[in-house]
């Protein structure tokens, strides 16, 4: 019989979709001895709140998150909310004793990032940051492999991270969504948006990194503002690129950038060790490229693994081998995950302290490429 866990979910944007989407699958797919039910949802905007209420099913709004903070029967505060707000609502739900899954990135910078992971460590609540895509099950694959040594020594990482949707000069910056371009509510452009995507996927298959040198461009320099309605300047980063050097010995490329005409969502890793080589793709997320130098050399080639055979990550919860899921299913098996972590006391990763690695990369990168030097993580 399981045990219902009530989710107070903070932030109904495109976030509060998706992680609303995996409470509501989770159960009647990976049947979790915690069952989470839909308590409350809050957003400043109450008619947002309450359209979202009757769109997923949650028994309450709130417009305050300190007031639903403060409601005894929430076990779970989920943080969709943007960046600039993760530390104060994070900190609060860890003194109220609250289990947290927070989006990414962690915090603003890696000062804020610790205060975090001390409060949480400090409340010893269960904490989770959303970092999904270790999730897909070809990534998570990919991680075996790696881990299984098949790879042997890795000598290389390559990531990449396209976007286009703000190339043009009218797109304003501020509110819904386009709180990404103000540097204030954001703490950085693509650095923290997307390349922490990347670096944390990077941590978790390749170990730490140790050093980095950056390059950033902001194309557009000034924007109108939503909220002030003024031209302001632009303080994000629009497109960075940096080398890294991992504890492994292995040297890596990161790229990212909203300006890659064409791309809407492109992110792509490769990894080259001794034995073989692995290569991912979110535009055919249930794949896995894989080269195995090993291979007869008559038959030797770039294999395009379908992860969907029940023996596969996670796949054994969902239909029937040959058949494929897709990016949302990432979000309920981080919450299944996240479930399994908090019954059986072995949480599930990544942890606040361990997106904190990650915030560290990010701040090494953003400093880099004002110094023009290479940074020690
Ligand atoms: N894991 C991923 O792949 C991924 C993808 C997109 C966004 N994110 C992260 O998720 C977070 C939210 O991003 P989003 O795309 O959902 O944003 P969004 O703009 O779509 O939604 C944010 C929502 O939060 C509400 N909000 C803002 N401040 C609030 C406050 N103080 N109290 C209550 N509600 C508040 C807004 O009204 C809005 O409804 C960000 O940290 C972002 O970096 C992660």
């Known amino acids: 019989m399981s045990k219902p866990l009530n989710v107070g979910l903070i932030g109904c944007g495109f976030m509060g979709r998706t992680h609303s989407n995996a409470y509501r699958k989770v159960y009647s797919f990976f049947k979790p001895e915690l069952k989470p039910a839909l308590k409350a949802i809050c957003d400043v905007s109450a008619d947002k709140a309450k359209a979202f209420a009757d769109t997923w099913g949650y028994e309450s709004v709130e417009t305050d998150w300190k007031k639903l903070l403060a409601r005894k029967d929430i076990d779970i505060v989920d943080i969709c909310t943007p960046n600039n707000t993760h530390r104060e609502i994070a900190m609060a739900a860890a003194a109220a004793g609250k289990m947290i899954i927070c989006e990414k990135p962690l915090a603003m910078n890696t000062a804020e990032g610790q205060e975090m992971v001390d409060a949480v460590e400090k409340a010893g609540v269960p904490n989770l940051v959303s970092f999904n895509y270790r999730r897909v099950p070809a990534v998570t694959l990919a991680k075996k492999l790696i881990d299984e040594g098949r790879l042997g020594k890795i000598f290389h990482y390559r990531a990449v991270f396209l976007q286009d949707w703000t190339i043009s000069s009218d797109l304003p910056q501020g509110g819904d969504a386009l709180w990404r371009l103000d540097a204030k509510v954001a703490g950085s452009g693509v650095t923290g948006d997307l390349l922490a995507h990347c670096i944390d996927t990077a941590l978790w298959l390749n170990g730490s990194i140790r050093s980095v040198t950056a390059m950033t461009e902001t194309f557009i320099k000034e924007r109108k503002h939503n909220i002030t309605g003024k031209v ?143 940074v020690d993580v």
């Open 232 to 374: 302001e300047k632009v303080n994000i980063d629009d497109a960075c690129a940096f080398l890294a050097r991992f504890s492994n010995g292995s040297l890596a490329t990161f790229e990212s950038t909203r300006y890659a005409r064409g791309h809407k969502a492109l992110y792509t890793f490769e990894i080259n060790g001794e034995k073989a080589s692995i290569a991912w793709d979110l535009h055919d997320l249930h794949r896995l490229g894989y080269f195995d130098h090993r291979d007869d050399s008559i038959v030797r080639g770039w294999r395009s693994i379908h992860v969907t055979d029940g023996d596969q990550p996670y796949m054994g919860k969902w239909w029937v081998p040959g058949l494929q899921i897709g990016y949302e299913h990432s979000f309920v098996h981080q919450v299944a995950d996240f479930l399994e972590g908090v019954a059986t006391g072995r949480p599930a990763s990544p942890t606040f302290r361990d997106a904190l690695e990650t915030q560290k990369v990010c701040d090494a990168v953003l400093e880099s490429a004002r110094s023009g030097v290479w």
